[in-house]
């Protein structure tokens, strides 16, 4: 008999019991981030549906390419400020128009903001989010993406995307 290895629902339904576990309450951030294209937003959207599963409010965002004046002006902010705030999920890329109108959603004072783009974890950046996913390509860590694996929160191997594995950096 083989050893068991978990299915994608069952590794993201072990990130979203950590998550309603550590943020029960409140509005959160969460980057979803990789060094290359690894299914980021797929792993957001799956994330986000099964948040919603267990009643929480969650929504996802891709901001790559969004300038940050805008993504803090239409998004970031008023998610933050809670409430009945308004706030945008599909902002334009820097290259296009600000299209009117603009569709404004709202949500509980309790919520998850999923958000996937580029270098969400460069340092800097990082401490902006409440929570943070890595989704690497390879479990053993390589000398570009350690950086990142230190700063993240939660890192996922995707080598298998439909059994993606946590990896941990403890030394116990």
């Known amino acids: 008999m083989g050893l068991y290895i978990a299915s994608r629902v069952e590794v993201l339904d072990e990130i979203v019991d950590e998550l309603r576990r550590l943020y029960p309450s409140g509005r959160t951030v969460i980057a979803v981030d990789a060094l290359t294209d690894l299914g980021q937003k797929a792993f957001a959207d799956d994330l986000v ?9 969650a929504f996802h ?33 820097i290259d296009e128009p600000f299209p009117a109108p603009t569709k404004w959603v709202t949500g509980p004072k309790d919520g998850f903001l999923i958000l996937t783009g580029k270098s969400l974890l460069e340092a800097g950046q990082a401490d902006r989010w409440n929570h943070s996913i890595l989704l690497v390509a390879e479990p053993t860590p ?20 439909e059994h993606p594995r946590r990896l941990f950096a403890d030394s116990c």
């Open 61 to 93: 965002a891709d901001i790559a390419g969004v300038a940050e004046s805008d993504f803090r002006r239409v998004l970031f902010d008023p998610f933050r400020m809670g409430g009945s705030t308004g706030f945008v999920l599909k902002i334009p890329r």
């Open 142 to 161: 390589s000398a570009a993406d350690k950086p990142y694996r230190l700063r993240a929160r939660i890192t996922v191997s995707m080598t298998d995307p």
């Open 49 to 57: 549906a099964r948040l919603k599963r267990t009643g929480s409010s």
